[in-house]
């Protein structure tokens, strides 16, 4: 019971952190002001680590991926504590291993990130109906934005209805479902199996 216990707090430590680095990410890929309570707490809570990164790994392509790659390595010990903490045995091939753990971090990142646009989506249509001026609205709607757009250009409103949210939350939940798949391939690499 000690180690559940332990993971849990380890793992809700860590998904706080993989989420504020990607909000980070998100808002600097998107261009959105930190000039705004939200934003700041986002640069408070990550710039102890992405200050000292910058100066050892740059943007690529407008990304900052001084905030990404810190995101998925904190994935990577995450899983690697977690299976060690449950008794699991690495066996096999070195490189084979490490390939798995990366991997299986590199799901875990990629079901964060649609974890955070899952709620942001879901926090920006909650605010377009019943708190439209709300300070956090903009924010939301901006970051929201970009993965919409797909989705409105070929669904039309319906009573000025706009069900994209709706149509994205969907795709969202299959995107997870498939993520749990990979992440059941890796599990060869981990366990030599």
Do not use: K
């Amino acid at each position: 019971m000690l180690a559940n216990i332990l993971l849990l707090v380890i793992d809700v430590a860590a998904s706080f952190l993989t989420l504020m680095l990607l909000a980070r990410f998100f808002m600097q890929w998107q261009r959105i002001s930190f000039r705004n309570q939200l934003g700041q707490f986002v640069v408070s809570t990550t710039d102890w680590i992405v200050r000292p990164l910058r100066r050892f790994i740059p943007g690529l392509f407008g990304l900052d991926m001084a905030s990404l790659l810190p995101a998925w390595l904190l994935q990577v010990l995450l899983v690697m504590f977690e299976l060690s903490l449950r008794g699991a045995a690495f066996s096999g091939n070195t490189a084979a291993v490490l390939a798995g753990l990366w991997g299986v971090g590199l799901i875990e990142l990629l079901r964060m990130m649609i974890y955070l646009v899952f709620a942001v989506v879901l926090g920006s249509a909650v605010l377009s109906w019943v708190s439209p001026h709300a300070p956090l609205a903009p924010l939301l709607h901006s970051i929201a934005a970009p993965f919409l757009r797909p989705f409105r250009r070929v669904i039309p409103s319906i009573a000025n209805v706009d069900l994209s949210p709706l149509v994205l939350l969907l795709v969202l939940q299959i995107v997870l479902m498939v993520l749990a798949g990979a992440r059941n391939g890796f599990a060869p690499l981990l366990f030599g199996g």
